[in-house]
């Protein structure tokens, strides 16, 4: 009963820091934004091939969900670069970063970067506002308690609808929802042991009546 018991407290704090922010609005070749993570008003500008986007309007407070507590930042600097090709508008890499405070984590410091990336790709999805980047090589602050060592997103929820159809090299200043998501912490990879865990147990029960049988 306890080895049950056990499982089933592993499953569901699986289940409570691997929800999705968009998990009913996935972006074509874009992973979905998944928990923990950063999210701010910012102001997005898309001209002649090259996008930017800061801190909007002077604002400086963010928040930073983990999965369990959704923490206050302060004090934060959000740069963001993604380059398109002039002629064709194919998407050609770009980077991103966070600076900031996080006061009940510990992170005082505001020159601290939270997290930076290398974006990796690009999505949107029509008849939305909705627009993407998966990201790479991700570093986080150690304070911040996650595994940076998976690929994640920054999603931008636009201020507009983009259509149907939508040019990365037409103009676009909008304030714009950003949400970055950061890697997994370690108790979501739990979750594949305590699936795997389930399977043994299953296994040696089965067993266990066949040899008495």
């Known amino acids: 009963m306890a080895t049950w018991l056990s499982v089933i ?15 009913a609005t996935i972006i074509p070749g874009i992973t979905d934004p998944s928990l923990p993570q950063f999210k701010h ?12 986007a800061k801190t909007n309007n002077g604002n400086k407070a963010f928040t930073f969900n983990d999965g369990t507590n959704i923490w206050g930042g302060d004090g934060f600097k959000f740069n963001f670069s993604a380059n398109f090709d002039k002629q064709t508008g194919v998407f050609d890499g770009g980077n991103i970063s966070i600076q900031g405070t996080i006061p009940d984590l510990g992170i005082t410091d ?14 949107y999805l029509p008849n939305s506002s909705l627009l993407g980047f998966n ?7 150690p304070g911040l308690g996650v595994r940076c060592t998976k690929a994640e997103s ?15 090299l037409a103009k676009l200043h909008t304030t714009a929802i950003a949400t970055t998501s950061v890697p997994v912490p370690a108790a979501v990879w739990l979750f594949g042991s305590g699936l795997g865990l389930l399977g043994v147990i299953a296994k040696r029960k089965k067993n266990h009546i066949n040899n008495n049988t």
């Open 110 to 123: 505001k020159m601290t970067v939270l997290m930076s990336a290398d974006l990796s790709s690009f999505g």
């Open 9 to 23: 407290g592993v499953l569901l704090v699986a289940a409570m820091t691997s929800s999705s922010a968009y998990a």
């Open 135 to 141: 990201t790479v090589n991700i570093v986080c602050d």
């Open 41 to 52: 008003s910012v102001k997005l500008t898309a001209n002649n091939g090259s996008w930017t």
């Open 154 to 168: 920054v999603v931008f929820e636009l201020g507009m609808d983009i259509g149907a159809t939508f040019d990365p």
